[in-house]
């Protein structure tokens, strides 16, 4: 690893970040999906985005074939929905003070369709820069980490995407959300520094602490047999190499970041592994957001998330903010796909 100029770094971040104008949050009727309201209004407030409220309707099925929707239950379920939606924006608009009021302009649309499939289709031809969601819904916590829409949603958006752990406290409800302590993972690759401008602003707008934090990996040990005094104080020397350049590239990334008026602390430290220190440090240090990349200097293209990213997905108790640093694998569902839905005619949203 070496030291990144202050020239270097803001051209790199600036290829890479995308501005965030549109905002959808995804909502499903349950108090698991609401908690997210909050973190949604966080963040169109931070980036004076637009703010969508989406919920799918999905027609029910047996196991293997299709089924008809009657139609006349098909429009009172989607005139519940747009009650719904009409109802949350109306309570948020009503709890909203100064400049924690709810975004203009705030829209809602009502989708059809496997929940999944429907909001890809949608996100991915609406101009949406960050997609909200839970890691659970309305069937609530289960015995897996995400949720099956969930899944399928972080692997396949092309958006940047903001997950809410259902395992997390509960949010205020009377207001937006206000982060103090927000986390960047960086791993010295252009990639990782990709989250720094979203993070930057975010920290900024909220008075939040901004943690740049890398770690140090211990070189892995593959042989069985233990190392002799040698090879460990090679072991040793490495390490400390890595950690002084480590220091020497947070440093240039600092001086730059409190330019901007944000309050920033590097932090280097050595461990074995990567994706349990990340974990140990938001437990700790009380951390609200993590901001970070979905890949890091080894992720490779054909993932949707690297190995960090993916273990944060599925273990942190905070939310967590991937930035999308390329496009997903997974893509919008086929027409044969979609043939297998039928749907009941109806009219606009």
């Known amino acids: 690893m070496h030291a990144t100029s202050m020239s270097d ?34 963040m169109a407030r931070a980036f004076g985005a637009q703010l969508t409220m989406l919920h799918v309707l999905e027609p029910s099925h047996d196991v293997g074939r299709p089924s008809v929707a009657d139609p006349l239950d098909w ?15 109306s309570m948020w608009r009503g709890r909203s003070t100064g400049d924690e009021s709810l975004p203009e302009p705030t829209r809602s649309e009502v989708l059809e369709g ?11 031809t609406n101009g949406v820069d960050l997609t909200v969601l839970t890691s659970h819904g309305e069937r609530g916590q289960t015995g897996w980490p995400l949720a099956g829409t969930a899944r399928k949603l ?10 809410v752990p259902a395992r997390a406290e509960p949010e205020p409800t009377e207001r937006a959300t206000r982060y103090e302590r927000v986390l960047v993972p960086l791993d010295g690759s252009a990639r990782a520094e990709s989250a720094l401008a979203i993070a930057g602003q975010v920290a900024r707008l909220h008075g939040a602490q901004l943690t740049l934090l890398h770690v140090v990996a211990s070189p892995p ?44 602390r590097p932090l280097v430290i050595d461990r074995r592994d990567t994706r349990n220190a990340i974990q140990h440090r938001i437990e700790i240090d009380g951390i609200d957001l993590v901001v970070m990349s979905g890949h890091g200097h080894g992720g490779r293209a054909e ?8 273990y944060l997905v599925e273990q942190a108790t905070v939310p967590l903010l991937l930035v999308r640093d390329g496009p997903p694998t997974a893509t919008t569902p086929d027409r044969q796909t979609r043939a297998d839905l ?6 606009g949203s």
């Open 9 to 42: 770094l803001s051209d790199r971040t600036a290829e890479t970040t995308q501005p965030v104008r549109h905002i959808a949050i995804c909502l499903d009727q349950s108090p698991v999906a609401d908690r997210a309201m909050p973190q949604a209004m966080a």
């Open 221 to 264: 040990h593959p042989c069985p047999h233990p190392f002799d005094e040698r090879e460990k104080e090679l072991d040793r020397l490495l390490v400390e190499r890595n950690l002084r350049a480590a220091t020497a590239y947070l440093d240039t990334i600092v001086r730059r970041t409190e330019r901007d008026g944000i309050r920033v």
């Open 303 to 310: 993932q949707a998330v690297g190995t960090v990213a993916g």
């Open 75 to 89: 429009e009172l379920r989607r005139a519940e929905a747009k009650q719904y939606l009409r109802g949350m924006e």
């Open 114 to 124: 496997r929940p999944a499939e429907a909001i890809l289709s949608w996100v991915a």
């Open 154 to 163: 972080v692997d396949g958006l092309p958006t940047s995407v903001l997950l």
């Open 342 to 347: 039928r749907l009941p005619h109806a009219s």
